[in-house]
């Protein structure tokens, strides 16, 4: 938990993202900044990065290598702008890469044009989950 701290997260908010998923205390030091990396790589402020990893604590559970695989299935299929959206769905982080794809093709066989599956990403968080 020290590259929170190091972050900038407070003990407190540690602990209230320990309340939400324990698990995080068995999350690899180094793989927490290969996170933070990548996101500021898409371009996260550090408040953005924040929000995101208290929002949703459990994204840490995943490794760097899914977190790239996820934001490249996104990149792939012309989302733009993922810092925003990963701000508005911090929870897209929590599914898969093959769970994205399926909804995506689920949504294009219900008629939806790209722009109507982003705007679904975007604003439909709690129906994907």
Not at 65 to 76: A, G, P, T, V
Not at 78 to 95: A, G, M, Q, R, V
């Amino acid at each position: 938990m020290d590259s929170l701290i190091r972050y900038g997260f407070t003990i407190d908010e540690i602990k209230n993202m320990m309340e939400n998923n324990e698990a995080i205390e068995e999350t690899e030091e180094k793989d927490i900044q290969e996170i933070i990396k990548i996101l500021e790589e898409i371009k996260c402020t550090k408040k953005i990065i924040k929000n995101i990893f208290y929002s949703n604590p459990y994204c840490l559970l995943k490794t760097p290598e899914e977190i790239k695989c996820i934001l490249k299935l996104l990149q792939d299929n012309n989302f733009t702008h993922l810092e925003i959206l990963l701000d508005t769905n911090p929870y897209l982080l929590n599914i898969g890469e093959k769970e994205i794809k399926k909804i995506i093709k689920q949504k294009e066989k219900e008629g939806m044009t790209e722009e109507q599956i982003k705007d679904y990403f975007y604003y439909c968080s709690d129906e994907i989950f």
